[in-house]
T-cell receptor
């Protein structure tokens, strides 16, 4: 199993350009997440998807949109990139088992995005 | 809203010595607490979690964490540090709004000197 995969690994954008970050998991997990990591701030939740067809805003959703394409894939789109969106982006997934949420999240390797 | 604090940006310890990485939390109700480790240019890896039960939780790579409800702390510990333990460590608490997303601390860099 590949676990959680993310593409691309690196990306440089100019202000105002758009792009989509792709994420896929092969663990049959229901829940998927997008975080951004900035120095000294830990990881902050951008969007969350509890299951296929549902999405919910996290702590820092402004400037982003998401699509839960199917159970495996959860994409993050920047419609008009800004320098403040320079960050490392992580996708994660998790599953619920035996009536209790396991909450153990599995993370992808990250996408390093620079907006100039 | 819940929050997590990691008061130390960096912890330095000599190889073979015990290590502690501190974490305090603030939540309404019972906390679900986690520790993750991040090696350079990698995603986060799960180390251990506290949901309920024994206050001392054992995890991967010889790490353990002690839950202390009265002090609202969940410190990460290891009896004997290895150089390979050098990494960035994150404490996290589960979102109690039912989303199962995590709120992370700012991270503590552990440096183990040979």
């Amino acid at each position: 199993n590949a676990g959680v995969t993310q593409t691309p690994k690196f990306q440089v954008l100019k202000t105002g350009q758009s792009m989509t970050l792709q994420c896929a998991q092969d663990m049959n997990h229901n829940s998927m997440y997008w975080y951004r990591q900035d120095p000294g701030m830990g990881l902050r939740l951008i969007y969350y998807s509890a299951s296929e067809g549902t999405t919910d805003k996290g702590e820092v959703p402004n400037g982003y949109n998401v699509s839960r394409l199917n159970k495996r894939e959860f994409s993050l789109r920047l419609e008009s990139a800004a320098p403040s969106q320079t960050s490392v982006y992580f996708c994660a997934s998790s599953e619920k088992s035996s009536g209790r949420a396991l909450d153990e999240q599995y993370f992808g390797p990250g996408t390093r995005l620079t907006v100039t | 809203a819940q929050s997590v604090a990691q008061p130390e940006d960096q912890v330095n310890v000599a190889e073979g010595n015990p290590l502690t990485v501190k974490c305090t939390y603030s939540v309404s109700g019972n906390p679900y607490l986690f520790w993750y480790v991040q090696y350079p240019n990698r995603g986060l890896q799960f180390l251990l979690k506290y949901i309920t039960g024994d206050n001392l939780v054992k995890g991967s790579y010889g790490f353990e964490a002690e839950f202390n409800k009265s002090q609202t702390s969940f410190h990460l510990k290891k009896p004997s540090a290895l150089v390979s333990d050098s990494a960035l460590y994150f404490c996290a608490v589960r979102d109690l709004a039912g989303r199962r997303a995590l709120t992370f601390g700012s991270g503590t860099r552990l440096q183990v000197q040979p």
